[in-house]
């Protein structure tokens, strides 16, 4: 499976970006899929979740701002953040996993991984 991201960038705070991420080499839409990120010098930390039957999952530190989704017919997943704080401010990954439950949480080592998208929010 390879997993390219991409719409990062940069933007002030309480701004919105949508980032992408394509997905190729197999039946994706069977796995649990996520976004991820990490900061200079913080642990990795998983942002949200979204599994074949599209139950949503979100780390609580985006609850409510940010929204993930899936659309299988383009084999892309997508992050739409809103109302956006300097703290987001982090390398953005998507991940996949065909052998995990989504709604295991510990879990932060999906089985593939993209190359990430930096998102900067400026205050």
């Known amino acids: 499976v390879q997993l390219v991201e991409s719409g990062g960038g940069s933007v002030q705070a309480g701004g919105s970006l949508r980032l992408s991420c394509a997905v190729s080499?197999?039946?994706?839409?069977?796995?649990?899929m996520g976004w991820f990120r990490q900061a200079p010098g913080k642990e990795r930390e998983w942002v949200a979740r979204?599994?074949?039957?599209?139950?949503?999952i979100y780390g609580n530190t985006v609850q409510g701002r940010f929204t993930i989704s899936k659309d299988n017919a383009k084999n892309t997943l997508y992050l739409q953040m809103n109302s956006l704080k300097p703290d987001d401010s982090a390398m953005y990954y998507c991940?996949?996993?065909?052998?995990?439950?989504?709604?295991?949480?510990?879990?932060?080592?999906?089985?593939?991984r993209g190359q990430g998208t930096q998102v900067t929010v400026s205050s």
């Open positions: 979204i599994n074949r039957d599209g139950d949503r």
């Open positions: 991940a996949a996993d065909g052998g995990i439950s989504c709604y295991n949480t510990l879990i932060i080592n999906f089985q593939y």
């Open positions: 080499g197999d039946t994706y839409s069977n796995y649990c």
